[in-house]
């Protein structure tokens, strides 16, 4: 089966699905942290640390996109999500910076039973931040990479073997297919003609 087989309202459905994910987190924080109060040290703290929980659903929404988006070869779809990750990527780290100065200042405030909660949980939050940070960076990069890739027709050369198992066998060349790289015949094809 190739992408050609595919149903356009596969297609589309998945695209739908993947948009939905993000809006359903999008609209799940926002009428949790609604009204808006930006400047009050309190709300940034529970607004930063709710969201931190939220990061899972609308980055899998992305890849749902993106995925499917190289798939079918809608490359500008790809790049302007690639795009969209890589600032994200971007304003996440922001939002560790700020966050964890509020973390300061709500730490101080908090009774001293409770001052390293604030911050372990503050930590815990960070460390959610950057990892996503991370995540989204590097599905940005591989998509714009990908699309430049796909417009310019030549393949990507490989940067390691497989992270499981042995190093990768050098690729056959063109000639006879039970052939070796150095030219001998495979040895399970010996025993094959000899059994014959």
């Not at 990892?131 to 960076?137: N, T």
């Not at 393949?155 to 052939?179: D, F, M, Q, Y």
Request: net charge negative.
């Amino acid at each position: 089966m190739n992408s050609d087989d595919v149903s356009p309202w596969l297609i589309r459905g998945i695209y739908l699905f993947g948009f939905a994910l993000i809006l359903h987190a999008v609209i799940d924080l926002s009428t949790t942290v609604w009204p808006l109060r930006v400047t009050e040290m309190s709300w940034r703290y529970g607004f930063l640390g709710l969201g931190a929980g939220y990061l899972q659903t609308p980055t899998l929404g992305l890849l749902l996109i993106a995925g499917t988006a190289l798939w079918q070869g809608d490359l500008g779809l790809a790049r302007g999500v690639g795009a969209a990750l890589t600032v994200s990527a971007l304003v996440l780290m922001l939002a560790v910076a700020l966050f964890m100065l509020d973390v300061v200042q709500v730490r101080q405030l908090a009774a001293a039973e409770a001052q390293a909660g604030v911050l372990y949980g503050g930590l815990w939050q960070a460390v959610k931040y950057v990892l996503a940070s991370i995540i989204l960076a590097a599905m940005g990069r591989g998509l714009i990479q990908s699309v430049k890739t796909a417009r310019s027709e030549v393949p990507l050369a490989p940067v390691r073997g497989p992270l499981i198992g042995s190093a990768a066998a050098p690729p056959r060349p063109a000639g006879r297919p039970n052939e070796d790289v150095d030219g001998n015949e495979d040895e399970d094809d010996e025993e094959d003609e000899n059994d014959d």
